[in-house]
Structures are given as structure tokens and as C-alpha cells.
């Protein structure tokens, strides 16, 4: 009794790494690559930066509204005063004072916005088209990183598929190296069928290596995308085919729209230009002469109110200015229909390709019925002595090809329609 309960824990010692090996070893789908994709790449780092800038800018553009403060200061020589040209006699008691030549100014301007034409609030709103803008172009580059990964993913599951039915061209051919040997051992079969049969294993082992070693490429490539170290052996979930029916919903859609809003931002900026401008100030200042200019004294002085400003220069230029955003909102149009002209083209064209595939893989799988037919008929006869291990090889790779041909359809109608997924943006 004791010596079982060794044996069995050795057992489940021996079989729990390989159950935590699996347990770590998650499937992954081609979903959750676009998203590790987009995660990893460079350029996801710009939304940060655009939020950032975007945050400095409205914050900057609010300021507008915080009192503003003004020093200056002057000393100044002049060659010339005011005088006046009256002289009372002597004995008048009446002194008319002069002014000095040398003056000296030094004055603080407190000035407070009250209306700024709502250039701030215009300008508020630009920033924030301009930041949307610029995160949907970012979402756009990222967008694309879409395709490469789906080439890739396929591309691995292809060289799966591929790996396992040479797996099955491997195993029948051991199994007829099998027979025939033993045939060549009862003296009824020669040494060169034997050879035959295993330069063809051999041929069969050299393409394995090169299905391994692809496959290893692309999930190497892979795994730098998504920023995960993947095992040659990673499992990929096959994904199911995809419609191909429905609108585009790509993301430059939304691009070109935000584009508009910025325009639509500068045209409203155009009619804060020539309104006017109100704000209120206090000014302080010390110096010779004060406010007055009769007093030949250093002193104080203070004057306060409101002031207006109103220029009428925008004018001039703002019909050209409308002309411009307007063929810029032009320029945007013509973009999207060139887009959504080579969209639907390639869309047409997809459409084409997923119904090829279709018809194909339909003539591939009664064309595999038929060659493992003709196969397992070349067997018996081979076992028989009736067909040369030539011909038998013939109709094994007439089947194995075929089989081929059938993988590889597939997995492209699986590319094709999630390549018409990614072109649609649904």
C-alpha cells in the first residue's frame, strides 16, 4: 500500500509542471491582439501628449480674464518746457513756478478684461477641435496597425494547419514503410521501395521544418507588436468567419468630421475680430511732474477708468479669410469621396474574393473525397503487390495536396472576410 502512494505521488509530480505549464499557456485571439497591438505600439503615447497640450492651452486661453498688471518707468531730459509769458512786478507776491527739464515716471497699470469680443471663448473652442482632430488622426494610424496583425495571425494559424496535415502525410507514410518493409523482409518486396518511402518521409520532415520555422517568424513578429514574449507553440483561437454586409464605419469618418469642426471653430474666431474690445484700469505712478504740471515737485498721482477698443483692420481681410476655411472645408470633402470611393472599390473587390473562396473550397473538399479514395485504393494495392511504391507515393501526395489546398482556402476566406472587417471598420 505504501509503495502505490509513492508511486502515485511521483506521478502527480512528474504531471504538475505540465498542468501549471498549460494552466499559464492562455489561448489568444485575434481580438485581444488588435487590442495588446494598440496598447504597445509608440504612437498611443501621443494621446497623452495631445491631452496635455490640450489642458495647457484652455488653461492658457482662460487667463484671458485675470487682471494684467503693467510697470514702466522713464527718465527723460528735454531740451524745452512749458513757460508761461507773464511777469507780475516785483511786489506782486505772485510766483509762476517753472518746470524742470529732467523729468522722472514710474507707473503700475492694473487692467481687467471685461469683454474680449468672446475672442477667448471662440479660441477655447478651436483648441478643443484641434485636440479632437488630432486624437482621431492618431486613432486613424493606429487603425491600421489592424491589418498587419491579422497577416500575421494567419499566417501562424496557416502554418498550424499546414503542420498538422503534414503530420498526417507523415504517419501515413510510416505506416506504409511499415508494410513494405516487412515485405522486403519475407523477400517479396525490394530494398529500393523501402528507400523510396523514406526519401519521401525525409522530403516530408524537411517541409515540417520549414512550416516550423516560419511559424516561429510570425509569432516572434507577433509578439513584438503586442509586447508579449509568445512560445513557437502559442495557441491561437481560430476565428469564426465574418460578414460581409453592412456600412463603413471607419475611423477617418470621424477624422474628417472633427476636421469640419475646426473649421467651423476658425469661422467663429473671424467674427470675434471685429468686435470691440472693453476693459477697465486703474493707473498708478510717481514721479516729476505729477498730474500738475505746475507742480515742479516729485509726487503721486492716480487715474482710473474704462477704455474701449475697437479695430476695424479684420474687415479688410475677412472675406478672403472665410474664402480660405471655406475651401479648406472643400478640401476635407473631396478626401472623404475619395476615401469612400477606393473604400467601396476594395470592398467590391473583397466581396468578389470571399465568394471565390467559397466556390473553391466547395470543389476542394469533393476533390479530397476523391483523392482519398483513389489513396486508400493505392494502398490495398500496394499491400497487394499490384502497384509499383512510386505510384503509391503519387496518389499519397496527389491526396496531401489537395488536403493543402483546402487549408489554405480556408484560412484565406477566414483572411478575406475579416480583411473586408477591417477595410468596412465594422
Not at 482710473?304 to 478672403?320: A, C, E, I, P, V
Not at 468578389?352 to 486508400?376: L, N
Request: charged residues 20%.
Amino acid at each position: 500500500m505504501t509503495h502505490k502512494l509513492t508511486s502515485l505521488k511521483l506521478v502527480l509530480l512528474m504531471t504538475f509542471p505540465a498542468v501549471m505549464a498549460a494552466a499559464q499557456d492562455p489561448m489568444l485571439t485575434l481580438e485581444q491582439c488588435h487590442t495588446l497591438a494598440e496598447q504597445n505600439y509608440p504612437l498611443i503615447k501621443r494621446y497623452e501628449l495631445i491631452a496635455a497640450s490640450r489642458n495647457y492651452s484652455l488653461s492658457n486661453a482662460g487667463k484671458v480674464y485675470l487682471p494684467q498688471l503693467t510697470v514702466a518707468g522713464s527718465a527723460t531730459y528735454q531740451s524745452d518746457v512749458v513757460a508761461f509769458p507773464i511777469e507780475f512786478p516785483p511786489g506782486f507776491g505772485v510766483t509762476i513756478p517753472s518746470l524742470a527739464k529732467d523729468q522722472y515716471k514710474l507707473t503700475a497699470e492694473v487692467q481687467q478684461t471685461i469683454f474680449d469680443g468672446n475672442n477667448s471663448r471662440f479660441q477655447k473652442e478651436a483648441i478643443k477641435a484641434n485636440a479632437e482632430a488630432e486624437r482621431q488622426g492618431v486613432a486613424v494610424n493606429l487603425y491600421a496597425i489592424r491589418e498587419r496583425i491579422n497577416q500575421l495571425y494567419f499566417s501562424i494559424l496557416l502554418m498550424n494547419e499546414q503542420l498538422r496535415q503534414n503530420d498526417l502525410r507523415l504517419s501515413d507514410l510510416d505506416n506504409a514503410i511499415g508494410k513494405v518493409s516487412a515485405a522486403y523482409r519475407n523477400g517479396t518486396a525490394y530494398r529500393s521501395n523501402v528507400d523510396e518511402l523514406k526519401a519521401e518521409r525525409s522530403a516530408a520532415k524537411t517541409q515540417e521544418i520549414t512550416f516550423v520555422a516560419n511559424r516561429s517568424a510570425y509569432t516572434q513578429m507577433l509578439g513584438l507588436f503586442i509586447g508579449r514574449q509568445l512560445a513557437d507553440t502559442i495557441k491561437l483561437l481560430m476565428p469564426e468567419e465574418q460578414s460581409v454586409l453592412g456600412n463603413i464605419n471607419r475611423p477617418e469618418l470621424a477624422w474628417y468630421a472633427y476636421r469640419r469642426s475646426v473649421a467651423d471653430a476658425q469661422e467663429q474666431q473671424l467674427k470675434s475680430d471685429h468686435l470691440p474690445r472693453f476693459n477697465a484700469f486703474f493707473q498708478g505712478g510717481y514721479g516729476r511732474p505729477t498730474l500738475n504740471i505746475l507742480d515742479n515737485a516729485f509726487g503721486p498721482w492716480y487715474f482710473t477708468g474704462l477704455r474701449m477698443n475697437w479695430n476695424f483692420g479684420s474687415l479688410y481681410s475677412l472675406k478672403n479669410n472665410r474664402r480660405i476655411i471655406e475651401n479648406n472645408r472643400k478640401s476635407i470633402s473631396v478626401e472623404e469621396e475619395t476615401f469612400l470611393f477606393n473604400t467601396n472599390m476594395n470592398l467590391t473587390q473583397q466581396r468578389t474574393e470571399v465568394k471565390k473562396f467559397h466556390e473553391m473550397i466547395a470543389e476542394d473538399e469533393e476533390a479530397i473525397g476523391f483523392r482519398t479514395s483513389v489513396k486508400q485504393s493505392a494502398k490495398a494495392q500496394l499491400e497487394n503487390g499490384v502497384i509499383t511504391v512510386h505510384d503509391y507515393i503519387g496518389q499519397l501526395n496527389a491526396e496531401n495536396q489537395a488536403r493543402q489546398l483546402l487549408i489554405l482556402h480556408k484560412l484565406q476566406l477566414l483572411q478575406a472576410t475579416y480583411q473586408y472587417k477591417f477595410t468596412s471598420g465594422n
